[in-house]
């Protein structure tokens, strides 16, 4: 046994161990730290830190094994072992010189002068092991590493829409194409979510072989790209549409439109459109296209033998519409035009038309206004003011005042007669069939009936019943619209002639009609007590 004082603490080495004391009064100012430092410059290689720490805090007075006998490493060795550290690692090359020399080289020398030397994280024992046993000499080990720093993720954007037009044609089965349907309007509505913003991560924090920490990078954050008409919510993560409309990019990000701006022709490379909106065309809308639009369409161009469709506002078109009769405006509300040519028209409003009107069947609601008409039909349930209907050349041109209700009347009926007329035909087949059948049932006598007969019988009475209840009910519909459907002796409506009309022309009102047969200037035409009056 023998005893070493050590920074004024008393350490007892016996036989099974070393022990320290630290007595209760001790007021020594000596730290963990500084006896680690003096057992390492006496070569002590395996003290147990912790241990000894223990002890030290307790302050007991007695004696407590802090460990096994101490191993001294022998500095000699210092000449055959070569460390290099690094905060990312640390080599240890052993020279072979050790074996002529007679120096042997343990895991425990190794062990004590990377403690020496502060590595005390990322120690590969198993590296350690191999490297004595297998006599890896004169050459650099990596004994050690350190937990690389995991870097955070940067922010990023998952759009939740399409954005960009992918201009693909739809696909029919069979595998034909639609080049006109092309993929070119992404529409939302208000308050749809159009992005979201996965945050960047923070990252996760290494460890240098020395035990100090390597400091991850944080991501780089990425505001969300909210342009126009956008919303970003409160915690900055979700991008909403602020308002209904389409989608764009623009300089500050997604964006939503309100009107729908096309700024060339509508064409293969547009596509058709269907958009919920205003649409603004600043060219043409050519041959064989659509375009659908819930609100007003301007088209600044021509509309040549396509279809215009406004749900609920107006048409306006400065070029002019050249039908090729297929092509058609259709408006919720007023159309107006310079020329319409070969094309069919119908507003619920107001037609106007600066120029002409050649061959066209032009319908409007409320009323016409057309500076010259030539073929064709001007039909309105208002009134028409024309400037001059037909030409010189007696071309059949038609003006047109109707009683819309009375027309959907009259329709109502047509289909209420036919209804009844194929029902009657098959009322009376089933009639026919029922008499053939009760004849045979006759014929057989009591008791010998065909049961097959007498469900036949039984199935048929069944729809004839029914077909005479639908009968009743359709002939009480038609006794309501009957009255809806008589002749007017007026109607409120008037066509103004503010300049020439033609021979040729032939004006409608209601049911009846009046064939031009002489030119005339600024007349007013109208329905009274039955007769058209021309004043």
């Known amino acids: 046994m023998a005893k070493e004082q050590i920074l004024n603490l008393d350490f007892d080495i016996r036989d099974d161990g070393v022990y320290l004391s630290v007595p209760r009064t001790s007021n020594d100012a000596s730290t963990l730290s500084g006896i680690i430092k003096a057992l390492e410059e006496k070569g002590v290689m395996n003290y147990d830190s912790v241990r000894i720490g223990d002890v030290i805090k307790r302050k007991r007075g007695a004696y407590e094994r802090i460990g096994d006998i101490f191993k001294i490493y022998n500095k000699v060795k210092d000449q055959f072992i070569r460390v290099s550290v690094n905060p990312a690692e640390a080599l240890i090359t052993v020279y072979g010189t050790?074996?002529?020399?007679g120096v042997s080289i343990t895991y425990d020398d190794i062990i004590y002068v990377l403690k020496k030397n502060k590595?005390?994280?990322?120690?590969?024992?198993?590296?350690?092991?191999?490297?004595?046993?297998?006599?890896?000499f004169d050459q650099a080990v990596v004994v050690a590493s350190a937990t690389l720093p995991r870097n955070g993720v940067d922010a990023c954007i998952e759009e939740y829409v399409q954005v960009d037009a992918s201009y693909k044609p739809k696909v029919f089965e069979g595998g034909k194409c639609n080049f006109k349907d092309l993929d070119t309007i992404t529409q939302v509505h208000e308050n749809d979510l159009l992005a979201v913003k996965i945050p960047a991560s923070a990252g996760t924090n290494g460890t240098s072989v020395f035990g100090e920490p390597l400091p991850a990078s944080p991501g780089q954050d990425l505001p969300l790209p909210g342009g126009e008409n956008t919303v970003v919510s409160p915690e900055g993560t979700k991008l909403f549409a602020q308002q209904a409309g389409y989608l764009y990019r623009s300089e500050k990000g997604i964006a939503v439109g309100e009107v729908y701006v096309v700024n060339g022709n509508v064409d293969f490379s547009i596509g058709n459109l269907n958009y919920t909106g205003k649409v603004v065309i600043k060219k043409n809308i050519n041959a064989g296209f659509e375009v659908k639009a819930g609100g007003d369409v301007f088209v600044s161009g021509e509309i040549e033998a396509a279809r215009v469709i406004s749900k609920e506002g107006s048409v306006r078109v400065e070029g002019g519409v050249f039908g090729k009769n297929t092509g058609s405006v259709t408006a919720a509300r007023d159309v107006e035009a310079t020329v319409v040519q070969d094309a069919e028209v119908f507003a619920e409003g107001i037609v106007r038309i600066t120029k002409n009107?050649?061959?066209?069947?032009?319908?409007?609601?409320?009323?016409?206004?057309?500076?010259?008409c030539i073929g064709g039909e001007l039909k309105s349930y208002g009134s028409i003011t024309v400037r001059m209907a037909g030409n010189?050349?007696?071309?059949?041109?038609?003006?047109?005042?109707?009683?819309?209700?009375?027309?959907?009347?009259?329709?109502?009926?047509k289909q209420l007669d036919e209804l009844l007329r194929v029902l009657d035909i098959k009322i009376g087949q089933q009639e026919a069939g029922l008499k053939q059948m009760n004849k045979l049932l006759s014929a057989m006598g009591a008791g010998q009936a065909n049961p097959k007969l007498i469900v036949q019988i039984k199935e048929t009475l069944e729809t004839y019943n029914a077909a005479k209840k639908k009968q009743e009910f359709l002939k009480q519909q038609l006794a309501k619209i009957?009255?809806?459907?008589?002749?007017?002796?007026d109607f409120p409506g008037r066509i103004q002639i503010i300049g020439t009309c033609y021979p040729g022309t032939e004006i409608v009102i209601l049911e009846h009609r009046v064939s031009i047969a002489e030119v005339f200037t600024k007349k007013t035409i109208f329905l009274e007590n039955d007769e058209i009056k021309i004043v």
């Open 98 to 101: 050790c074996q002529t020399q």
């Open 119 to 136: 590595v005390v994280h990322g120690i590969d024992h198993e590296v350690i092991k191999n490297l004595l046993q297998g006599c890896m």
């Open 357 to 372: 009107a050649v061959n066209s069947q032009i319908t409007a609601t409320e009323g016409i206004e057309c500076n010259t």
């Open 392 to 413: 010189t050349s007696l071309v059949k041109t038609r003006l047109t005042l109707c009683d819309r209700e009375r027309e959907k009347n009259l329709l109502k009926k």
């Open 482 to 489: 009957l009255p809806l459907t008589g002749r007017r002796m």
